[in-house]
């Protein structure tokens, strides 16, 4: 028979329980529900944590996590995901100050059944969700190529002519024209043509160095175009990048088949949220304790759904992952993974180190259009065009312009930091930084 420890689970860190946190205002939130006082009711089960939260009405929150996803629930009228009630309740139950209980609640047994039983179904519609017709299926995905290629074909033509004629006046309608161009791919099917001038739009104007920038956006999609009439004569792995470029995503479950497994102690060294045509998405990037290598696993979530957090920043998660085909495999999906255990402070690159891997990288898949990078003993720096952090050589990367720097100048000038960031065209984008006071998620 199992004994009450082997019935409950064993309880996150602080840092992980903070790292769920949909922003550092929430998390602020959360701390503050973390009082005793405020709850009645808790328990914690091998599956779930659970209680009920006295708010400002008459009746108190009830407030439950489900433990394997994590998935969240609370009666608040709250829209984040967790919300602050939740956040409490794990960081109350973090300190252990919530009760072990070996079974649930009825009201939190219930919504676990419920749960499982639409992951039943949803699992049991994934494996019967394959073509009916193999031959149409592969016929559609011909005709859908043809009308890709021939839309390239076009933007190419369009491009041409467009930036031959030069961008004198293109600051004022050049926008809803490049708009319109994405309208056409978008009845051509190529999704991922559409999306590049959709970005191209949105730097006109913007800034001193626009023209610039948008000719930069402009040759990157004059090349993928290029590429797509070329698939066949192009090597295997650069044909499954451009052909994703292009909006031709491999499926998940392909990807588990047939893709290139890696098994190895996952850092999970941040994560940054998006919102892109009313979806949200969560870019968690991880790195391999032993092997170096990078990954990148993508998570979506319609509005008022909570996004995957399984893979808390700051933590290790022993397992193997599944990498998507292409020039730079950089996308993964966990296949088996144990439980996240909190991570000592990583060793991370030079400056140096980190750009010679970006150059690497972008050789192989040029529309890269963000990298990881981990840097190590960082302080602050200025620079031509506002902050930046300097490595121990001296060398130093600015901070994106959209960055609000001083939370991490402060930890960063008390003393050396090691950082995770992503590294852009404009920038480094900060996700974690390791302080001797601890992890903290920017």
């Known amino acids: ?76 009228p709250s829209r984040k995901f967790p919300c602050k009630h939740a956040l409490g309740l794990l960081l109350l139950w973090s300190s252990g100050q919530v009760p072990e209980e070996p079974v649930e609640a009825a009201w939190v047994r219930e919504w676990l059944e419920e749960r499982a039983s639409r992951a039943s179904r949803a699992a049991r519609a994934e494996k019967t969700d394959g073509p009916k017709d193999p031959e149409a299926a592969a016929k559609r995905a011909q005709d859908r190529m043809a009308r890709v290629t021939a839309g390239a074909a076009e933007l190419r033509g369009w491009l041409t002519d467009r930036v031959g004629a030069g961008f004198a006046g293109f600051e004022r309608g050049g926008a809803e024209e490049l708009r319109g161009v994405a309208a056409r791919m978008i009845d051509a099917q190529a999704t991922g ?9 949105d730097l006109v104007g913007r800034g001193r160095d626009w023209p610039g920038d948008l000719l930069a956006e402009l040759s990157l999609l004059y090349l993928l ?34 893709g290139e497994r890696v098994a190895d102690q996952w850092l999970v060294t941040g994560a940054a949220d998006e919102e892109q045509d009313a979806l949200r998405i969560r870019r968690t990037w991880l790195r391999g304790r ?32 599944a990498f998507y085909p292409g020039a730079v495999p950089l996308r993964a999906v966990v296949a088996d993974a144990t439980e996240p255990v909190t991570s000592p402070v990583p060793r991370g690159d030079t400056v140096t180190e980190a750009l010679a891997a970006y150059a690497e990288a972008l050789a192989a898949d040029p529309w890269l259009e963000r990298w990881p ?51 852009t065209p404009t920038g480094l984008h900060p996700l974690t930084c390791w302080h001797p006071n601890g992890t903290v998620r920017l």
Request: aromatic content about 4%.
């Open 1 to 76: 028979m199992a004994t009450l420890g082997e019935q409950v689970a064993r309880r996150w860190s602080a840092e992980r329980v903070v790292g769920l946190a949909p922003d550092p205002a929430s998390a602020k939130a959360g701390r503050g529900q973390a009082a005793p006082a405020k709850w009645s009711g808790t328990g914690a089960s091998a599956r779930a944590v659970w209680g009920a939260c006295q708010g400002s009405g008459k009746k108190p929150y009830q407030a439950a996590v489900e433990l394997a996803g994590p998935a969240f629930r609370c009666t608040c």
């Open 193 to 201: 043509l559409a999306g590049g001038l959709r970005r191209a739009a």
């Open 225 to 258: 175009a290029g590429a797509a009439a070329r698939l066949g004569e192009l090597p295997p792995e650069l044909a499954e990048t451009v052909r994703t470029r292009l909006g031709f995503a491999a499926g998940t479950a392909s990807v588990l088949e047939s």
């Open 290 to 321: 032993h092997s170096g290598r990078p990954a990148l696993v993508l998570s979506f979530a319609s509005p008022g759904r909570s996004l995957d957090s399984s893979l808390p920043p700051g933590h290790l998660v022993p397992g193997e992952l």
């Open 373 to 423: 990078v981990l840097l190590a003993d960082l302080t602050p720096a200025t620079g031509p065009d506002g902050w930046a952090l300097s490595d121990v050589d001296g060398s130093a990367l600015p901070l994106t312009p959209s960055t609000d720097p001083w939370r991490l100048l402060a930890l960063a000038a008390e003393h050396p930091v090691t950082l995770a960031a992503e590294w």
